[in-house]
């Protein structure tokens, strides 16, 4: 679990069997575990009427675990990337009464939350839990260019390379931390880049 | 008799200059020789002839430099300014109060004239007469949001309230003091405030909230918030940090009271009638240490405040390079007699 630190910062639970008609669950790598953990609170026939979409992490883990849930629907995806369309066709065509499970990297957790918000679902009424990395997906603030999977502090924006603090205030329309050169006023001065969010 | 608008430069060459009776109605914002955070927030009344409250929209000599600089932000980064798509009846909301106010204030500088939804606005200082339908955005160049703002001073935040409370959902921003519109657009109050130290703690923000959600049509409010800036520089912007972060570098005991300027926000806060919105106007002044230090009692109480400031609050601001020198040099101006209560200068209204 991530430490709490300001109040844009976000912070994650522990999915629970929420009452609904459907249940859509988005998870990559270590997220899997949060979903196999909620499954034995969950009611008899709950994954009746459950999506489980998963993007393995690079071990390939957890695909028979989560398909031994039996869920309406299984689909595993290579990315976030190559999920988002039809992560965004059924949330677009979903009807009241669908809950929203995202476990997993901050990453996943925050682009998933970032399409269901497009998609005019309430932040506070999905679930979340966060497992595995605490790499960050991070905004540099001069050239707006998005940084994934950012692990030290400060970071290099691959888009414009200036050298970036990675602040915890964290936007979810953006669904990424805030990056601000961190020697704005002295290009001169280079702290050390120390690798803290693993 | 009109304002008499100066040409100046807020970039480059920094030629903004303030004018002997804009210096002494300057809003200095300490009433006392010391300073911490508070819910500062009063009623927005008409205040004394001839200062900054004498209308409850303020119009000075910088009014079309100020716009020139403005349109200069926009055309190199219009995420400057941002709307959600909920927020266009705020927009006219917010242009109905800015052409009133302005208006009212100013006549020879402007005029608004309505039959029915036909609106005719005359901006004489920047050359604009337009006519339009209120709530017909294809009548504007712009969206009602950005059109007026491109035509008034301060930066303006457009709140949406619903769930208790206030959302950042819209807003022209470019004359602000290091925060990001289009990073924290979509934020609630508590979290676009998330990296302000100390006042979290205090409960500021949860009173501040309360106060604000209350507010009522016809009865703004407002405070005042300070910080420094090195050169007369509307554009603080994280955005272009990395490129005015090295002017605080540059100041030496020879030019702080050239270099060194307080920046003054005074905040308002309106119910806005149709979408039950509140609109955030951030009036900045600006006024360097050579001008400011004309009234012995400002120069006085700066040094006191500015020598006692808590270490958190002057990283915030990021004053801390250049806070040695500054309180060197407004040592010398300080003879250590009092300073009589209230934020006028000596010589008052």
């Known amino acids: 679990m991530a430490a709490k630190s300001i109040i844009s910062r976000p912070v994650y639970g522990t999915l629970s069997p929420q009452a609904g008609k459907h249940h859509l669950f ?163 001065e280079i702290p050390p880049m120390e690798e803290i969010f693993r | 008799m009109g304002i008499t608008f100066r040409k100046e430069t807020f970039r480059d060459d920094f030629t903004f200059r303030n004018s002997p009776e804009h210096i002494r109605r300057f809003p200095f914002p300490f009433h006392e020789d010391s300073y911490m955070y508070a819910v500062n927030i009063e009623p927005h009344v008409v205040g004394p002839k001839g200062s900054v409250l004498e209308n409850l929209i303020d119009v000075d000599e910088h009014y079309v430099a100020e716009m020139q600089d403005r349109a200069l932000v926009l055309a190199e980064d219009p995420l400057r300014c941002q709307s959600l798509p909920h927020m266009t009846l705020a927009g006219w909301d917010l242009l109905e109060l800015l052409m009133e106010q302005q208006a009212l204030g100013y006549p020879e500088h402007f005029t608004l004239t309505r039959d029915g939804d036909r609106w005719r606005w005359i901006n004489r200082p920047l050359g604009i007469d337009d006519t339009f339908t209120f709530g017909d955005t294809s009548t504007l160049p712009y969206g009602p949001m950005e059109y007026i703002t491109r035509q008034s001073q301060g930066d303006f935040c457009i709140l949406d309230q619903r769930d208790g409370n206030l959302w950042m959902d819209a807003g022209m921003v470019t004359t602000q003091a290091d925060w990001s519109l289009d990073f924290d657009i979509g934020m609630n109050f508590f979290e676009w405030h998330a990296p302000v130290p100390l006042a979290h703690e205090k409960g500021i923000f949860i009173r501040a909230l309360k106060f604000l959600t209350n507010i009522q049509q016809g009865k703004p409010a407002r405070r005042l918030n300070w910080t420094m800036t090195i050169n007369p520089r509307l554009d603080t912007s994280p955005e272009n940090y990395h490129k005015w972060g090295p002017d605080r570098t540059t100041v030496t005991p020879e030019n702080v009271g050239d270099k060194v300027h307080l920046r003054v926000e005074l905040q308002s806060f309106w119910r806005l009638p149709r979408s039950n919105g509140i609109v955030f106007p951030i009036r900045c002044y600006l006024i360097k240490m050579d001008e400011l230090v004309t009234q012995p009692k400002w120069a006085r109480r700066l040094h006191r405040v500015i020598r006692d400031l808590p270490e958190e609050l002057a990283t915030y601001k990021g004053l801390t390079r250049y806070r040695p020198t500054l309180v060197e040099w407004l040592l010398k101006l300080d003879d250590g007699s009092p300073t009589s209560p209230g934020f006028g200068p000596d010589s008052v209204f």
Not at chain 1, 87 to 106: D, F, I, P, V, W
Not at chain 1, 120 to 133: F, L, N, P, Y
């Open chain 1, 26 to 188: 988005v998870a990559d790598a270590e997220g899997a575990l949060a979903i196999i953990g909620m499954a034995k609170n969950a009611p008899a026939g709950f994954f009746d009427g459950a999506e489980i979409v998963f993007i393995p992490g690079p071990d390939g883990k957890h695909v028979g675990s989560l398909e031994a849930l039996k869920p309406a629907q299984f689909h595993l995806a290579p990315s976030f990337a190559s999920l988002l369309p039809r992560l965004k066709q059924t949330l677009t065509n979903a009807h009241m009464g669908l809950r929203l499970y995202l476990s997993g990297t901050e990453g996943l957790i925050g682009q998933a939350m970032q399409v269901a918000l497009e998609a005019g679902i309430d932040h506070t009424s999905m679930q979340t839990e966060h497992r595995g990395s605490l790499a960050r997906r991070m905004q540099c603030v001069h050239c707006k260019g998005i940084t994934e999977n950012v692990t030290t502090q400060p970071a290099t924006c691959a888009h414009c390379g200036l050298l970036l603090l990675v602040r915890d205030h964290y936007s979810r329309r953006l669904a990424a931390f805030q990056g601000v050169c961190i020697n704005a006023e002295d290009r001169s």
